[in-house]
């Protein structure tokens, strides 16, 4: 609360307390400290509350408030112990580091502009169950074609076209599973969100309990202004030409036969066949705005958890956990539909190279900042490294 003490004898009045004073937000702890911080809970707020003076506000001196929630707050600060404020700091330095180490394996924003493309609605639910966005540097575009490098995966693996039955089950069961884990990642987001909001205390906006939760929700803002700017791309509304055609009913059941495909199952699309003309202005701006708000995501979570207050160091490890098993959950699943869009892609240089003619290989000046059908791939590799 940003304000200074009034002069004089005026002080809060029972009706300046909300009608939820007392209640399990101050009565519920992280399982550590939870007996210990519960009783001095009970004593603060069984405080008189007439000795509680009103405070001006800054900006508009006129204005007064009752500052009850950081009177509880100092009340509870006082009452502790000196080793229960050391175990409290120390979890304040692992919750403020999670940040940085989430976003050190969380998908960047080329990565999700590219699954978008074949699966947007399992991009999103990937861009919600990790609570995080890779930091690139500022003023840098993530091209998202540069996401089907095999350099960018760890994975090898072939098409998975294989008829029959069986093999039809087998993708259906394989793609079930992903959406599973992906809202399974969702969930325990979620829930760890709202619950390090409800048993601790934020030091600097004490009333409030959802802060967590708009930190984990940065991440799929930051994703869908990137993956909205590429969908309306140059190489995108290419790709579009040929598959939005026929009745609104059909264009929707092919919009949900290719949203449950895995991209390992699917023809080969073209991305890298000369069908991207140099990024439009938009697409790079969003780009671009959206690696900064990966680093507001950074530089917001690091400044809320670390004002994190009472959580012991063993439950603040448990939410950490939580957070990496979500952020791990999502990766793996993000690299394994990746790995299956490489493969699918790069199937032409299956093609015996004695087939090609020499000027198809060549790179002329004058066609040196576009792509060919038939340029190799280390030739591909080698213009997007320099991007």
């Not at 603060?44 to 001006?56: E, K, N, V």
Request: proline share 5%; hydrophobic share 40%; glycine share 6%.
């Amino acid at each position: 609360m940003t304000g200074i003490q009034s002069p004089g004898n005026i002080f809060c009045t029972p009706n300046d307390f909300p009608a939820d004073y007392g209640s399990a937000k101050w009565l519920t702890w992280a399982p550590g400290y939870s007996p210990q911080l519960v009783n001095i809970s009970l004593f603060c707020l069984s405080q008189p509350l007439q000795q509680i003076p009103l405070m001006r506000y800054y900006d508009d001196p006129n204005q007064m408030t009752c500052p009850w929630c950081n009177n509880v707050l100092n009340c509870i600060q006082d009452q502790l112990e000196g080793s229960v404020q050391s175990a409290f700091q120390s979890s304040q330095v692992i919750l403020g580091l999670t940040p940085t180490l989430l976003s050190s394996i969380a998908p960047t924003v080329g990565e999700i502009c590219m699954l978008s493309s074949n699966r947007p609605f399992l991009s999103i639910l990937l861009s919600v169950g990790g609570p995080a966005v890779f930091c690139f540097r500022a003023m840098t575009y993530d091209d998202p074609l540069a996401s089907l490098l095999p350099s960018r995966t760890f994975l090898t693996r072939t098409p998975m076209r294989r008829k029959g039955l069986g093999a039809k089950i087998t993708r259906n069961v394989i793609s079930l599973l992903e959406y599973m884990v992906a809202l399974g990642a969702i969930t325990n987001v979620v829930e760890a969100s709202w619950m390090l909001g409800i048993q601790t205390i934020v030091s600097w906006k004490c009333e409030i309990s959802f802060l967590p939760l708009t930190w984990t929700s940065l991440a799929m803002v930051v994703h869908l202004i990137a993956s909205g700017s590429w969908l309306c791309s140059n190489t995108m509304r290419s790709m579009r030409v040929g598959h939005n055609q026929g009745e609104t009913a059909h264009r929707f059941w092919q919009w949900t036969r290719s949203e449950f495909t895995l991209c390992a199952a699917r023809e080969r699309g073209g991305f890298l066949d000369g069908r991207e003309q140099p990024a439009s202005r938009l697409v790079v701006f969003a780009n671009i705005f959206a690696q900064a708000g990966s680093f507001a995501s950074v530089i917001y979570g690091t400044i809320l958890l670390s004002s994190l207050l009472f959580i012991g160091v063993l439950d603040s490890f448990k939410y950490v956990i939580r957070y990496l098993l979500s952020a791990l959950a999502c990766r793996i699943v993000l690299m394994f539909e990746l790995s299956g869009m490489i493969a699918v892609e790069n199937e032409q240089d299956d093609k015996p190279k004695d087939t090609w003619d020499d000027e198809s290989v060549e790179m002329s000046p004058a066609s040196s900042s576009t792509f060919h059908p038939k340029r190799s791939l280390q030739a591909q590799s080698q213009r997007y490294q320099t991007l």
